[in-house]
């Protein structure tokens, strides 16, 4: 994610930012020219002016709720933002700890959105893709007649991303990855890695394209249930470490897919952060450890540049953490296979977008 900076005042501001902190003004994220700008008064009610070139838009009409920043235009038919119209059940508004909640939830989402335009990735709707198209829940847990709480699942199944909107909150999230023993869990990763499932049935699979696939991941036609069963009861592979990025990967093909999908977003978005921060790091006596981001990581050559950037960056950031007694922010390691992996995702996620370059051409 890059930094913004208002176009009235200048100054520096973020993605989430609703307005400008110096000069005041009403900022909103302008979803195809992924940038913030400040909004000058129109003369219809509920518009707004953008500068640069002049366009009339308006909010989405989550941000109603203060749940959303993005414009549409003016006249668009569409009352919600190019994310938010993807979402068909949202979470309980009737509470104030409900309006949270989604706000965090939608606030991942829009993230995750910004990936997928900046990569040019497919992202039909269900009205574009009536079957595959790319559709959001957020679902509330259940309260049994025995009182007990039945948690909602998250997951996907033909474009359908099921949200558990109680991950929302801290305590519940947190209790959820102790009990998963994982090292990191996020809304933000939940919608990558769920996403991946949605990109793996566009790119690979209804594209036929299964060999470039099957030489790197393995044969996904090993049964998927029986393969998960197995990993909750027996525990991941052995040695799983020395060739998926989690343990989680190594239960079945379609997993490690999702869970590469997903770091190729977490490291190409945090080293555009990095980027535009211009950090860089520069060991005292580890010179072979120093790394500048110098290249867009959203339009790398291949996997190895962002790798070579990401390693010796998350290292340094991993060592802050540990002296405020914080966990590692990265706590993961990118073996050699997993590079592959890495490598073979650039491959197919940059053909994809030259694709829809080209269309929109
Ligand atoms: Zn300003
Ligand atoms: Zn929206
Ligand atoms: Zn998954």
């Known amino acids: 994610m890059r930094l913004f900076d208002c176009d009235h005042c200048g100054q520096s501001v973020h993605f989430d930012n609703r307005q400008c902190v110096r000069c005041g003004y009403r900022l909103g994220f302008v979803p195809d020219r992924l940038a913030m700008f400040s909004l000058e008064p129109a003369m219809e009610p509920n518009w707004h002016l953008v500068v640069e070139p002049a366009r009339s838009v308006r909010f989405c009409a989550n941000a109603a709720l203060d749940i959303c920043n993005w414009m549409v235009d003016a006249d668009d038919v569409q009352e919600l933002c190019i994310a938010c119209r993807h979402n068909r059940l949202v979470p309980n508004v009737d509470t104030p700890d409900g309006v949270n909640r989604w706000r965090r939830i939608d606030q991942a989402q829009r993230h995750l959105f910004y990936s997928l335009l900046r990569l040019r990735l497919p992202h039909p709707d269900r009205k574009q893709d009536p079957v595959g ?202 073996s050699p296979p997993v590079v592959e992996k890495l490598e073979y995702l650039h491959r197919l996620i940059q053909a994809a977008g030259r694709e829809s370059e080209a269309r929109a051409a």
């Open 133 to 334: 198209g790319l559709v959001f829940d957020f679902l509330e847990d259940k309260v049994n007649s025995m009182g007990m709480v039945e948690p909602a699942m998250t997951g996907h199944e033909e474009g359908l991303i099921a949200i558990r909107a109680a991950e929302a909150d801290d305590v519940t999230r947190e209790m959820a990855r102790m009990s998963m023993h994982e090292p990191y869990r996020t809304l933000l990763g939940h919608f990558r890695h769920e996403t991946g499932h949605f990109v793996w049935n566009k790119l690979v699979r209804n594209r036929d394209d299964f060999d470039g696939f099957r030489a790197i991941f393995g044969d996904e036609r090993e049964d998927y249930d029986t393969a998960l069963q197995r990993h909750y009861e027996s525990g991941p592979r052995q040695n799983w470490q020395t060739s998926f990025i989690s343990a989680y990967a190594s239960s079945h093909p379609w997993e490690d897919f999702a869970e590469c999908f997903a770091h190729y977003l977490h490291i190409v978005d945090t080293l555009e952060t990095a980027r535009s921060f211009g950090l860089a790091v520069d060991p005292r006596g580890h010179e072979e450890m120093a790394s500048e981001v110098d290249f867009d990581p959203y339009r790398a050559n291949n996997a190895e540049q962002l790798v070579s950037a990401w390693v010796p960056l998350s290292v340094a950031v991993n060592s802050i953490q540990r002296s405020m007694g914080q966990p590692d922010f990265y706590p993961f390691v990118l």
